[in-house]
């Protein structure tokens, strides 16, 4: 098994453990006496990870909508327990029909650390400093939370781990290696103030700043725990984390994805994780997991070929939507071409781009006709997800643009055969 497969598995299972050690004490105020539970249960904050895990091994991909479509199937399967005012709002809300967009709970009371709890399996396919990729984030914390403060703890849990996963960084520059990647936040001033802290054990950090469900002191303990790996074992962190009382589950749970992260599942006692309710489903859900992350990026394609666009998919929110990421692109031309206004009869595309009346390439002939535009770098599995974005009647040609490069572009059927 390779090291990046075993801190895969390290952070999920890593995650259920903690989430079961510290369910018996959830509430309490610390210090708590630490006692092992003789009989394990898991809450939501593994339930909705291990069904986000099941949206990618189905879908090959990070979908706000997939994975909101997981959370249902779990909640109408009665699978989902423990959860708090805004993911049952949410959850509610999407099993009624709500658009997933819409579900997650609004306002100060949705700043809550049901986002970050969940958002680990992302760490490991998307980038936090990518625009493109950084919006997905964000679109998967409000299938559960509008809110702004829980999307900045998800974003440093993402951020964490994939820091700790591919080397970036150990557990005692955690703190510090999240911050340039956060929004202005009230998260990001707490873990900016946890980062000048070196000699406060975790009980004295959650006494003086709280250890409750709200993300602002949820998530910078989780970090602050685990930059004890280097000190204390994996239960040994896990246990005081929990005796410092509050969401002890939560909390436990995102310090147990850090530090198995870290470690890998092969340093996690093998006690532990055999103690878990129904571990052969779990463990089946973390080995297709990691299976499916290490097929993803031994297939990730380079953006080999170029794409001209003058019309909406120029937008950022249109490639979002289409790719999942912003593309890279540079402006340039079409020579012998001239656009025409035409109306779009496909009602599903009317939908997506919001008008009927779209651009579409007129050949002329004409060197002195030019048609602005954006040459744009796809890979071909982009291109194939291009043909299904454009309206039916549109096809896909090969032409030069001014610059000298050849570029794929979409023009109506009627234009395709004419000269390029």
Not at 32 to 57: G, K, N, R, Y
């Amino acid at each position: 098994m390779s090291k990046l497969a075993d801190r895969v598995r390290g952070c999920i299972f890593g995650g259920v453990v903690g989430d079961a050690l510290g369910g018996p004490f959830e509430g309490q105020r610390g210090p708590i006496q630490f006692v092992e539970p003789t009989h394990w249960s898991i809450s939501d904050d593994s339930q909705f990870t291990l069904a986000t895990c099941e949206s990618i091994i189905a879908a090959g991909k990070v979908s706000p909508e997939h994975i909101a479509g997981r959370f249902v199937h779990w909640y109408r399967a009665r699978r989902i327990s423990g959860v708090g005012a805004s993911t049952l709002k949410a959850l509610r809300d999407l099993d009624a029909g709500q658009h997933w967009a819409l579900a997650g709970a609004k306002g100060e009371m949705a700043a809550g650390n049901g986002a970050a709890m969940r958002i680990a399996p992302l760490a490991f396919l998307l980038d936090p400093d990518d625009a493109g990729e950084r919006m997905l984030i964000r679109d998967v914390c409000r299938i559960t939370h509008h809110n702004e403060e829980a999307y900045a703890g998800a974003l440093a849990m993402v951020k964490a781990i994939r820091s700790l996963a591919f080397g970036d960084s150990s557990p005692r520059e955690l703190l510090q290696a999240v911050l340039p990647s956060l929004p202005d936040s009230r998260v990001r001033d707490r873990i900016n103030e946890l980062s000048s802290l070196h000699e406060c054990s975790i009980a004295e950090v959650a006494a003086k700043f709280g250890s409750t469900g709200y993300v602002v002191q949820s998530v910078p303990l989780a970090l602050y725990a685990a930059r004890c790996a280097d000190r204390y074992q994996f239960d040994e962190i896990l246990r005081m984390v929990i005796e410092a009382g509050g969401d002890t589950d939560t909390n436990a749970s995102m310090t147990g994805q850090l530090l198995g992260t870290w470690i890998g599942a092969s340093e996690i006692p093998e006690k532990l994780i055999k103690s878990l309710p129904n571990v052969n489903d779990i463990e089946r859900i973390v080995s297709d997991f990691a299976g499916v992350l290490a097929t993803l990026m031994s297939s990730e394609e380079q953006p080999t070929e170029t794409l001209f666009s003058y019309g909406t998919l120029q937008l950022e929110e249109v490639q979002l939507a289409t790719f999942g990421r912003k593309l890279q692109g540079q402006p340039d031309a079409l020579r012998g071409y001239r656009l025409v206004m035409i109306k779009i009869t496909d009602e599903d595309f009317v939908v997506k781009s919001g008008t009927a009346d779209h651009r579409n390439l007129q050949f002329t002939g004409d060197s002195d006709d030019l048609v602005e535009g954006c040459a744009l770098k796809v890979t071909r599995a982009e291109l194939e997800q291009a043909d299904a974005y454009e309206p039916e009647g549109y096809v896909r040609v090969k032409t030069q643009l001014r610059s000298g490069a050849d570029a794929w572009v979409f023009v109506c059927k009627q234009e395709a055969d004419l000269p390029a």
